[in-house]
């Protein structure tokens, strides 16, 4: 398990000090496929630094397993560092080294025997697929093989975490969605706690069970991913799920706004339709789309209704006593 606790970290710059991390609290559960998202600047990367102390916080603790990692001594705190690796959106490889040698390069620094090194490389090369590019060069493969082979390298020391800090950013979707399921199925063979740093919505979708929501150095929102992305509380968590909504509601609407969300239970009724001939009441779709988190699907529309008269209130009141969804009327400036 890996606890931190209301850690900080402030750099000092010409023009003063900047506070990249503020009081952050998380805790992640072995095993757990554990996504931090925020927007550039928000302070992922020094957070997952922090993680493994290749960034001293400036207060506050790191604990693995219960042991505060900041208060090691430096060969216990490289040992370590073996046990929680990193992968990162530059993929890092040695481009004079063949692939094989890159898998081998952190087993030799931990003085394993060359021919055990050999061994342990060729079975990562399988694992990530990529047996017969044991002799090629980094040079001569593609992003998302150079990816395989950082993934590879990452997992010679038998580490029991996983930081990928961007791992995705510079792969295209097809790559990305390949890259996302090698790292899932790492995860559910080896057992290895894995933490996403990221800005791409899809990516914590995909395969995080936990997401916590990073903006200005502060976790705004945290949770189980289907609660924080059907329907997130903080303003950067629906800037994030739904920027089109948000860009909508700030486009100068003149109607009152329901926002409606639902799960899969009632994503394949006709909620508006069945509105319109249980109350007779009509709205206006101003905005709807529906996404696939884990295995369920989850909806969102924006509904429009006039200002004059009670329909609005009779809308909200309808699609509440069903109970399936959950409705609220959004506050517009006029």
């Known amino acids: 398990m890996i606890e931190i606790k209301h850690l900080s970290k402030t750099f000092a710059g010409a023009d003063g000090s900047v506070e990249a991390l503020k009081d952050i609290n998380l805790t992640i559960n072995d095993g757990d496929i554990f996504g931090i998202i925020g927007m550039s600047g928000a302070g992922k990367s020094t957070l997952v630094r922090c993680i493994n102390m290749l960034e001293r916080p400036t207060s506050g603790t790191v604990l693995i397993d219960g042991v505060d990692i900041g208060a090691l001594p430096a060969d216990k705190l490289r040992e370590l560092r073996r046990r929680t690796t990193m992968i990162f959106q530059s993929f890092n ?3 004079q080294r063949t692939c094989l040698a890159n898998i081998c390069f952190p087993l030799e620094l931990a003085g394993v025997k060359k021919a055990e090194a050999k061994k342990r490389a060729l079975e990562l090369l399988e ?25 590879a390298r990452a997992l010679a020391t038998d580490p029991e975490v996983l930081l990928c800090d961007e791992a995705t950013s510079a792969l295209d979707p097809k790559t990305t969605r390949s890259i996302l399921e090698l790292i899932k199925q790492i995860n559910e063979r080896l057992g290895i706690t894995v933490i996403i740093i990221t800005h791409q919505m899809n990516v914590i979708e995909d395969i995080c ?5 990073l903006e200005h150095g502060v976790v705004v ?20 799920v739904s920027p089109e909504e948000r860009a909508l509601l700030e486009s100068g609407l003149t109607e009152r706004v ?13 909620i508006i339709a069945k509105m319109a001939v249980d109350e007779g009441i009509s709205a206006n779709i101003l905005y709807a789309s529906t996404r696939f988190i884990g295995d369920q699907v989850f909806g969102r529309m924006l509904l429009g209704l006039p200002r004059e008269g009670d329909d609005a209130d009779r809308a909200i009141e309808y699609l509440r ?10 506050e517009i400036d006029v």
Do not use: H
């Open 321 to 330: 006593r069903r109970g399936d969804v959950f409705a609220e009327e959004v």
């Open 127 to 151: 694992i990530v697929g990529l047996s017969d590019k044991a002799n090629a060069y980094p040079a001569q493969l593609s992003g998302g093989q150079q990816q395989r082979i950082a993934i």
């Open 93 to 95: 490889l040695l481009m």
């Open 258 to 270: 329901i926002r409606l969300v639902f799960d899969g239970t009632a994503a394949g009724e006709p």
């Open 221 to 240: 929102e945290e949770g189980d991913v289907s609660k924080v992305f059907s329907n997130p509380a903080s303003d950067a968590g629906k800037n994030i």
């Open 209 to 213: 069970s936990r997401v916590a929501i």
